[in-house]
């Protein structure tokens, strides 16, 4: 996945950033305490399972010698983790030794949840009363779909083909940060918005996620109660019908916002209405340990920077238009090439180099991607290459002084320019001087007094 900027925190990092009274409410929910669990390190998660039962603090000494010398960083990381997110609080004895206990909100979940298991506060709806539900096949469609129409609505609107169901206060929350628009100007993409296009899905939805969640008290709902929805959705079975009439007013209203992303899928009966997760509500949970599979690549990149998309997706279009020059488009094929003018547009919108790179990498063809390197090692050099030509030369606004009156006045207006941190050049034989623009009218000013 491109490192990006915009990406500064993931999920975990939100829940452990909750004031404490607000996290140890979370961790009264069994399913959140695992989502916890599962994000962690593996060192961390030993320390829990280590934990779990012991009732009274361990000393920070006594954890130390758990581990072997050399282990001690991944030691200091997962401790600090545990703290951070309020699965483990420190505690003084009476010797006044740093000790660790376990929270017990989290440690009384986490003992009934192995011990018992843990169900959810609702249970799939019967076949009976839902009929046929949508094949697995034609679900992840769905979820594809959706999320590509939204993609392609942060580009451009008259990219859409149907309308979507956001309303333009949750459209603008979504675009925060990643279009602008001016005064007498069209809306266009950030450098942040041309950047979260290169990313992974998985990558795209933490974004989204994190803006939502973030923006959630503006719209008068508690943070913490989305986060802990957002989690538990995380565990129901991909493909299930759940009763709608099971949902607070709260999850309801955040279920049609999670359809619009397809999220969820939302379907009416007779009688009752139901929401069914896709695979990218279920890959909440699983994100969280950064274990996503690899997604099918498309794009095949030849020698002579000649590049091939096997697609049929209006969205993989544009985002290939962010860095290259599309020539023709058939029902199942995209056809462009990487140039000199194409990567100076992708790198004037704020991509570097090697995001592009890590893109292609990520997004090669299953025939290409298997070989060593996926991309041709010329292409990559070269898109490097170009990269490095902008930076090679700086553009500075100066002013050049000449013709002056003396040696002596030569010499102090350089001391003076000097001092400031603004002379760029000097030639004392023909007494010429450039100096910073951004100096001219002090400089001006100094040679006034001179005169």
């Known amino acids: 996945m491109p490192q990006v900027r915009i990406v500064a925190r993931n999920f975990m990092d939100m829940v452990a ?4 009274v607000k996290l140890d409410k979370l961790y009264e929910s069994s399913f959140i305490c695992e989502a916890v669990l599962r994000s962690l390190p593996p060192l961390a998660k030993k320390y829990v399972l280590q934990m779990l039962f012991i009732d009274s603090p361990v000393t920070a000494k006594f954890m130390e010698e758990w581990v072997l010398a050399d282990g001690y960083s991944k030691h200091k990381v997962a401790i600090d983790r545990l703290l951070q997110l309020r699965v483990f609080i420190e505690a003084n004895d009476r010797k006044k030794e740093n000790s660790y206990k376990m929270n017990p909100k989290f440690q009384s979940n986490m003992q009934k949840y192995l011990v018992h298991g843990g169900t959810l506060s609702r249970e799939p709806m019967s076949s009976n009363i839902t009929g046929r539900l949508p094949s697995l096949e034609d679900l992840e469609a769905y979820a594809l779909e959706q999320w ?22 949750m459209m603008r929350v979504f675009q925060r940060g990643l279009l602008s628009s001016r005064e007498n100007e069209a809306v266009r993409l950030t ?41 538990e959705l995380s565990f129901h079975t991909m493909g299930k019908a759940y009763n709608l009439s099971t949902l607070t007013d709260v999850q309801r209203n955040a279920i049609k916002d999670l359809a619009s992303l397809g999220l969820v899928k939302l379907q009416q009966g007779r009688k009752e209405s139901w929401f069914i997760p896709t695979k990218l509500a279920t890959n909440l949970s699983v994100s969280l340990s950064d274990t996503s599979a690899r997604k099918q690549g498309y794009v095949v990149v030849e020698t002579n920077f000649r590049m091939y998309a096997y697609s049929t997706s209006k969205l993989h279009c544009e985002i290939l238009r962010l860095f290259s020059r599309i020539e023709y488009q058939l029902p199942n094929l995209i056809v462009g090439s990487i140039t000199k003018e194409s ?8 991509i570097t180099s090697d995001q592009i790179i890590s893109f292609l990498q990520q997004n090669a063809h299953p025939r290409v991607a298997e070989k060593t390197p996926a991309i041709p090692e010329n292409v990559t050099d070269q898109i490097r290459l170009w990269e490095g030509d902008r930076n090679r030369v700086d553009l500075i606004p100066s002013h050049l002084y000449e013709d002056f009156p003396s040696k002596d006045v030569f010499e102090a207006a350089c001391d003076f320019a ?5 002379l760029l050049w000097e030639d004392s034989k023909k007494m010429r001087l450039i100096v910073d623009g951004d100096l001219h009218q002090h400089m001006r000013d100094f040679l006034r007094r001179q005169k």
């Open 418 to 422: 000097r001092e400031l941190g603004g």
């Open 191 to 231: 450098e942040n918005g041309f950047q979260f296009l290169l990313m992974d899905t998985n990558a795209q939805l933490w974004y989204i996620v994190r803006e939502y969640i973030s923006s959630s008290e503006d719209r008068g709902v508690d943070p913490t109660e989305l986060i802990s929805f957002l989690l």
């Open 148 to 169: 590509e129409c939204f993609l392609l609505q942060l580009i451009s609107s008259a990219q859409v083909e149907r309308v979507t169901n956001f309303s333009s206060s």
């Open 343 to 350: 990567l100076y547009n992708a790198f004037e919108n704020g």
């Open 17 to 20: 950033a909750l004031p404490a």
